[in-house]
Nanobody, 121 residues
Framework: EVQLVESGGGLVQAGGSLRLSCAAS????????IHWFRQAPGKDRDGISC??????????TYADSVKGRFTISRDNSKNTVYLQMNSLNPEDTAVYYC????????????WGQGTQVTVSS
């Protein structure tokens, strides 16, 4: 059974930091790119970061809204991807989802259930 399990969300004050984790199982993790998406209330789900598979060079991409504040990384020995989020602001409040895809460009094969991040002003 394929599983992507996010953790690390919570309530934080503006200017603070959180680190989200995405633990994967049930598929060949090393062969997949991992995305982070987020969805704020009443808004569309947006992609904010992606890290390619090791075979794809492990390159990373970021949306302009998070560039310079968020860092994505992966530990293939733990089948886990991380999203370090710094300098958080209330506009970062959303449910954060990780997702697995063959590449950073193209469709997603598997989704996690999401973790809530709330940033208070």
């Amino acid at each position: 059974e394929v599983q992507l399990v996010e953790s690390g969300g919570g309530l934080v004050q503006a200017g603070g930091s959180l680190r989200l984790s995405c633990a994967a199982s049930g598929f060949t993790f090393d062969d997949y790119a991992i995305h982070w998406f987020r969805q704020a209330p009443g808004k569309d789900r947006d992609g904010i970061s992606c890290i390619s598979s090791s075979g794809g060079g492990g390159y990373t991409t970021y949306a302009d809204s998070v560039k310079g504040r968020f860092t994505i990384s992966r530990d293939n020995s733990k089948n886990t991807v991380y999203l370090q989020m710094n300098s958080l602001n209330p506009e970062d409040t959303a449910v954060y989802y990780c997702a697995a895809a063959p590449a950073c460009l193209g469709g997603v094969d598997y989704w996690g259930q999401g973790t809530q991040v709330t940033v208070s002003s």
